[in-house]
């Protein structure tokens, strides 16, 4: 519950397209809805015009419409505001809310990200039952019922919990914790963006993988497996990476089987019910010109590509300096970041972290022990890793193909968000002796709290730069400006009061939790 709500504060209290490409996404979902199909593709042409004047118009007078180069009226000015009126109604919101189904329809601009239809289409579905309403209903509302994503996300990371630590309860509490305050995950997973059926896929993915190394043979994990594979190629390109990882699974794990005739029926229902439920997605355009691709190798270079090695090592560099701070939070397009003094005490828990790994990999070899934990952190390590790599190597792949790089964002790791958190947990507790049981269940707790904390200095991080605080009335006045009448006023007073008492009731819970093996 406190998951809900959290999702509905962030969501509520950001405003109208400054959550990462939320325009782009929402044009899709609008495109879709309105025209009945997907943006058509020319050889000769290229894509369609595919966002709408409705959506322009509204990117101008929030200040977020970016010309040729990509800048807007919020880019290199973090401090800019849309002007704000003395009542619950923007100044504009009205000329806003006013747009005709024409300029719905009229499409004047390409924008869209041209992404596979699954999550457009679950968007749209929401956009059709509202149809009539303004844009701001239409936008908010496949805003919060999204977070379905997030919600189910969390619980996954709970289920995943248990299975690497099955008599650990309070790891099996914070976990899901880390991962639900993690302030960037929560900031993406409030707004309309297609990272969030991704991040739920890969999550999922992570547990069935993990279901399939922790039980007997069974039939349907492979199935739903090769569904879930599917359902990801229908939802994002990059999937091709997770499906890459996850078969390379499945391999390892029929050849554990030692049954020959058993692994090939195995292998041919996994890769059937990939196909069926959304692989065809791929093998189409082997046969059509109907979907963009990449033009691999179709650039003349004007400069000497640099080899792997040179682009692994300054994108490492960029990492450490730029994307790891990223990582945690960067809002308002790209302009606001947490603390400086936060994101200090942050990078010295990931080194921690990083030592503790190695503590603890290093008492594994010494007590010769193969144990179950050890082999589901080794799995989760290598989806975390071969992820990792697949993007870096992806930006250099774009870099030989385009001439320039085209950069990796903090919230692109968030997929393996869950085999992240676990992974940070078991690094910062490795310093703690078994003796210590007391002292080291009292850190995992303070763990969970400090997530909590982080992700209320974003908050108010990122809602001080749109908003006046102090004076509170003023502050929901600001706040209810470009919103829906159900998150206006009152409405959005009710919904912070919902949150603190459930989020009060939660820590108070995870506190008193006592009960650990």
Do not use: C
Request: no cysteine; hydrophobic share 45%; net charge positive.
């Amino acid at each position: 519950m406190v998951t809900i709500f959290k999702g509905l504060v962030w969501s509520s209290l950001i405003p109208l397209w400054e959550f990462p490409d939320e325009q782009a996404h929402f044009a899709q979902i609008q495109f879709l809805a309105e025209k009945g199909r997907s943006q058509s593709y020319s050889s000769k042409t290229g894509f369609e015009n595919d966002l709408s004047q409705e959506i322009l118009s509204s990117e101008k007078i929030m200040g977020t419409e970016r010309d040729e180069n990509g800048v807007n009226k919020i880019t290199y000015h973090p401090d800019f505001r849309v002007a704000y009126s003395d009542s619950y109604m923007g100044l504009r919101e009205k000329e806003m809310e006013s747009a005709s189904t024409q300029e719905r329809q009229k499409m004047v601009k390409q924008e869209s990200t041209y992404y596979p239809p699954l999550y457009y289409f679950s968007g749209s579905l929401i956009y059709r039952v509202f149809y009539e309403t303004g844009l701001l209903s239409r936008v908010f509302l496949v805003r919060i019922t999204q977070l379905i994503f997030i919600i189910f996300t969390v619980y996954l990371s709970y289920l995943i919990s248990k299975i690497v630590f099955p008599k650990e309860e309070i790891i099996q509490l914070v976990i899901p914790t880390l991962v639900s305050f993690h302030p960037m995950f929560t900031f993406v997973s409030s707004g309309i963006n297609s990272d969030n059926i991704m991040n739920f896929l890969f999550t999922l993915v992570t547990y069935l993988i993990l279901r399939l190394f922790n039980s007997r043979y069974n039939i349907r994990l492979f199935i739903s497996l090769g569904i879930i594979i599917g359902l990801g190629f229908l939802s994002r390109p990059n999937f091709i990476l997770v499906a890459g990882i996850a078969t390379l699974f499945v391999l390892i794990k029929l050849i554990l089987v030692k049954d020959f005739k058993r692994s090939i029926k195995s292998l041919f229902i996994y890769i059937f019910a990939t196909i069926i439920s959304g692989g065809w997605w791929l093998i189409i355009p082997l046969f059509t010109s109907s979907h963009f691709s990449l033009d691999i190798g179709r650039v003349n270079y004007t400069y000497t590509p640099p080899t792997f090695a040179q682009h692994f090592s300054d994108t490492m560099k960029k990492i450490i300096a730029e994307t790891i701070p990223w990582y945690w939070g960067v809002f308002k397009w790209l302009g606001v970041v947490l603390p400086r003094i936060v994101g200090k005490i942050l990078m010295r828990f990931l080194v921690l972290a990083g030592l503790g790994m190695v503590l603890y990999l290093i008492q594994k070899i010494k007590s010769k022990k193969i144990d179950k934990e050890l082999i589901n952190l080794s799995i989760l390590g290598i989806l975390f890793f071969t992820y990792s790599g697949g993007i870096i190597f992806f930006d250099y792949i774009y870099k030989l193909t385009r001439g320039y790089s085209l950069g990796i964002q903090g919230r692109y790791f968030f997929p393996p968000i869950t085999a992240e958190m676990i992974i940070l947990t078991v690094g910062l507790t490795a310093f703690f002796p078994k003796k210590l049981v007391k002292a080291r269940n009292l850190f995992i707790k303070t763990l969970g709290s400090g997530m909590i904390v982080l992700n209320g200095i974003a908050l108010h991080t990122v809602i001080s730069s749109y908003y006046d605080l102090l004076p509170f009335s003023k502050f929901i006045t600001q706040a209810s400006q470009y919103k829906p009448w159900f998150l206006k006023g009152n409405f959005l007073s009710l919904i912070f009061l919902f949150y603190f008492s459930f989020l009060l009731l939660f820590i108070y819970r995870m506190v008193k939790f006592k009960k650990t093996v």
